[in-house]
């Protein structure tokens, strides 16, 4: 029933390479790999595009800062082109073209630059040196300043190279703000880039999380569910007390170990059943035979006697007629002593004489079959615990079968003694032979001439086992279930009382062992097992098969007797 459990990766028994059986474990591992791998994709994707996020808006701060810086130089630089500019005028635009640089470097350093600020780095230089001209050339018109026909001074404002300075100026600080407009523009399209890029790897990886979900589930519930209620089944099943119908798992995994050992525990739990089942319905045959031992005990000390005593008579009747008769009626009528006219009856003809006696015959062997049933009937029912010796029992069996030999039944059958060691236990010797003598002759009985017993004897831990195997007519089943009721006989002569095994089996009981019977069927011979005790059994001791039969009743009302 149990099924065998799958060969480890490598080789199996046989040496041929096998795959490498799929663990749940290893299942599990690869479901939570690909689910964690997809979480991974679908949180990295949305990280991503929260980044390129994040980033814009950074790079747009940072970029509208600069902007405002922009703005502010524009406009200081709008103020110092006036009709009379000054150099303080320009010293301020430069100082805010200083700090427009030291913010764009921050930005560039921080990353936050498009182009790493390579365009506004160039307009700044580009500013910074017309700015340094426009104070070369101011302070240059100041020192020497030019005079107008009418001998008025010239307006700095109006002097061409200044004028061309200024626009040059105010033309490179709009190109720095364009710049910035571009450096936002820029960002806003990489992150919008960026974005769109997320978006796409977050839609795929949770098609792929909901694709992998759906599949894992299905595969689930192959691996794991489907097996789970497998077992749950098989556990129900083994509760209502079926155990025919192993589970059958084929995962590769430890699902289909744990059925197999379930398996093979339903397998032992079924035997133990079956075991228990054979013990009961034993313990029931010993109450039967019990129940029928008492009224066996009871009919052989209330009525043994007050049957032997009309037995005798019929028996000393009988054998007296008998005599009689023959005195009588001697076998040849011619030399009778009287003559035919003193006889007061005709004399019987030859043949009515013979069946006369024959019949008397009978009706002696039958009274003393009838005391012989009575005679073992008592015996049985004054039989109790008696004083147990150590015995050999190889010794105790070759006693018995010497004294088989000169037996009819044993011409033309052979006995074949094969003790395997020197056996030693407690028994009563006398009530052993009788059960070895019974089973012996039994065995006789049921085999035709060439037929073979073998006799075994050996110690089997604490027990003493003995064995009759025979090549006899064997037994049916049904045979085979009351074999060791009282009266019950199946002898192919016809002259058993059905007592033998009967007792057989009570003195057995009795000093703690166990006999059984087991045929193949009929025909095909038959075996008797005799298992005895190698140590004393103590009063209240049970036998291995069950309990031993009481015949306190019938020993207390033989006693009475």
């Known amino acids: 029933m149990r099924s065998r459990r799958a060969e480890p990766a490598g080789r199996n028994r046989e040496g041929v390479p096998v795959a490498r059986p799929r663990r749940l474990r290893s299942k599990l591992l690869l479901g939570l790999g690909l689910m964690v791998g997809s979480v991974g994709l679908l949180l990295g994707g949305t990280l991503y595009g929260i980044r390129a ?122 190109h720095l703000r364009l710049a910035i407009i571009h450096d936002i523009e820029s960002s806003t399209r990489q992150a919008n880039r960026t974005i769109r890029q997320s978006q796409w790897v977050v839609a795929l990886a949770a098609t792929w999380a909901v694709v992998l979900v759906l599949t894992l589930l299905y595969y689930f519930r192959v691996w794991m569910f489907a097996p789970i209620r497998q077992l749950q089944a098989g556990v129900q099943r083994v509760h209502a007390g079926d155990f025919s119908q192993p589970i059958c798992l084929h995962s590769g995994d430890e699902l289909q170990e744990l059925a197999d050992e379930f398996n093979a525990m339903t397998a032992r739990l079924a035997a133990v059943y079956a075991d228990l089942a054979r013990q009961v319905d034993e313990r029931s045959r010993q109450l039967v035979r019990s129940e029928r031992m008492v009224s066996v005990g009871f009919l052989a000390a209330g009525v043994a006697h007050e049957i032997n005593n009309p037995l005798a008579s019929i028996l000393f009747c009988a054998e007296a007629l008998e005599r009689r008769l023959k005195d009588l009626i001697p076998a040849d009528i011619s030399s009778s002593p009287l003559p035919a006219s003193a006889s007061p009856l005709p004399p019987p003809a030859a043949e009515d004489r013979e069946v006369i006696i024959r019949y008397l015959s009978m009706i002696q062997q039958e009274a003393l079959r009838c005391k012989e049933i009575t005679q073992k009937l008592l015996d049985f029912s004054r039989s109790g615990e008696r004083q147990r010796e150590p015995t050999d029992l190889a010794g105790l069996i070759r006693g018995v079968l010497e004294m088989v030999r000169h037996l009819p039944h044993c011409r033309g059958k052979q006995i074949v003694f094969e003790p395997s060691e020197y056996v030693v236990a407690p028994v009563h010797a006398q009530d052993l032979k009788s059960v070895v003598l019974n089973l012996v002759v039994n065995a006789l009985e049921s085999m035709d001439e060439g037929g073979r017993l073998t006799i075994t004897l050996a110690a089997r831990g604490d027990w003493a086992e003995m064995t009759f195997s025979d090549t006899g007519c064997g037994m049916t089943p049904e045979v085979l279930a009351n074999l060791f009721e009282p009266f019950f006989t199946k002898s192919r002569t016809g002259k058993g009382t059905g007592l033998g095994l009967f007792i057989s089996h009570q003195i057995i009981d009795q000093h703690g062992g166990t006999i059984t019977a087991s045929s193949p069927g009929p025909g095909r011979g038959s075996t008797f097992t005799v298992r005895l005790p190698l140590r004393p059994v103590t009063a209240g001791s049970e036998t291995p098969a069950a309990s031993r039969t009481p015949t306190l009743p019938a020993v207390r009302l033989a006693s009475a007797a």
Do not use: C
């Open 53 to 174: 996020y994040y980033t814009t808006v950074r790079v747009t701060e940072r970029k509208m800062y600069e902007l405002q810086l922009a703005n502010i130089l524009i406009e200081t630089l709008k103020g110092a082109d006036a009709a009379e500019p000054t150099v303080e005028a320009l010293q301020a635009v430069e100082a805010h073209l200083s700090i427009f640089r030291e913010e764009q470097e921050r930005s560039v350093s921080a990353g936050l630059d498009p182009d790493a600020g390579d365009q506004e780095r160039g307009l700044l230089d580009q500013l910074a040196r017309d700015v340094q001209q426009l104070q070369w050339l101011l302070h240059e018109l100041k020192s020497s300043p030019r005079l107008l026909p009418d001998g008025r001074s010239e307006p700095l404002g109006q002097h061409p190279p200044l004028r061309t300075l200024f626009d040059r100026a105010r033309r490179s600080a709009e």
